[in-house]
């Protein structure tokens, strides 16, 4: 099995930052691909950001130039950098990840979530 396990939500200031981490653990795995979601109080789910095969990464209008995405594919975590955080970015915001699994091939697989609000 791959567990998927998120850190590094929490409460910020307006112009903030925080590092939300997303860390995949099991065996005879490969993680093929990233997104990141977002959904705030009584609102849909967003996608924020997702990674791209054959190009630069992808970013939702509303946070480009502010979130990155980087990873460190030795410790099978990625990474979401949130700069200059503003208060419309409160959200549960969620890692989604693509692995191929020796035993059962491909999987969609989700993190628990972290919760960030952005208050004074």
């Known amino acids: 099995q791959v567990t998927v396990v998120q850190s590094g939500g929490g409460l910020v200031q307006p112009g903030g930052s925080l590092r939300l981490s997303c860390t995949a653990s099991g065996s005879n795995f490969n993680i093929n691909a990233v997104a990141w979601y977002r959904q705030a109080p009584d609102k849909q789910l967003e996608l924020v950001a997702a990674?791209?095969?054959?190009?630069?990464?992808r970013y939702a209008d509303f946070v480009k130039g502010r979130f990155a995405m980087s990873r460190d594919t030795a410790k099978n975590t990625v990474y979401l950098q949130m700069d200059n955080l503003a208060p419309e970015a409160t959200a549960d915001y969620l890692c989604?990840?693509?692995?191929?699994?020796?035993?059962?091939?491909?999987?969609?697989?989700w993190g628990q979530g972290s919760p960030v609000t952005v208050s004074s």
């Open positions: 990674d791209s095969r054959s190009g630069s990464d």
């Open positions: 989604n990840l693509l692995v191929i699994d020796s035993s059962s091939g491909y999987l969609n697989l």
